[in-house]
Nanobody
Framework: QVRLVESGGRLVHTGESLRLSCVVLGDSAVNFAMGWFRQAPGQEERKFVSTCNWNGGSTYYDDSVKGRFTISKDNRANMLYLQMDDLKSEDTATYFC?????????????????WGQGTQVTVSS
């Protein structure tokens, strides 16, 4: 059974950086395109942040994070990362790692089959 486990979320201040990690357990990360979504406090919807194809060679970002966040995938280590720079208060959210049984990236939550439990990122001004 595939499990995704995120880590790295914590309280930071505006302008600081943070790297989130997601480990793929129970299968090889090479079999999945993957992505990051976030859910802001009080919001029900998980919003798209970033996605990459199976080898991390193709990456896509929401406009709100473009130029500040970088997604990367290390298939040998079964890991997905999200480097977040120049963090803003509006980046405060629970961040979720997700995987899809496909080689191509996906942009909607309902396209993803596997989800992690989330990691909390709080950006304080």
């Amino acid at each position: 059974q595939v499990r995704l486990v995120e880590s790295g979320g914590r309280l930071v201040h505006t302008g600081e950086s943070l790297r989130l990690s997601c480990v793929v357990l129970g299968d090889s990360a090479v079999n999945f395109a993957m992505g990051w979504f976030r859910q802001a406090p009080g919001q029900e919807e998980r919003k798209f942040v970033s996605t990459c194809n199976w080898n991390g060679g193709s990456t896509y970002y929401d406009d709100s994070v473009k130029g500040r966040f970088t997604i990367s995938k290390d298939n040998r280590a079964n890991m997905l990362y999200l480097q977040m720079d120049d963090l803003k208060s509006e980046d405060t959210a629970t961040y979720f790692c997700a995987a899809i049984d496909d080689t191509l990236p996906a942009f909607r939550p309902d396209e993803y089959r596997y989800w992690g439990q989330g990691t909390q990122v709080t950006v304080s001004s």
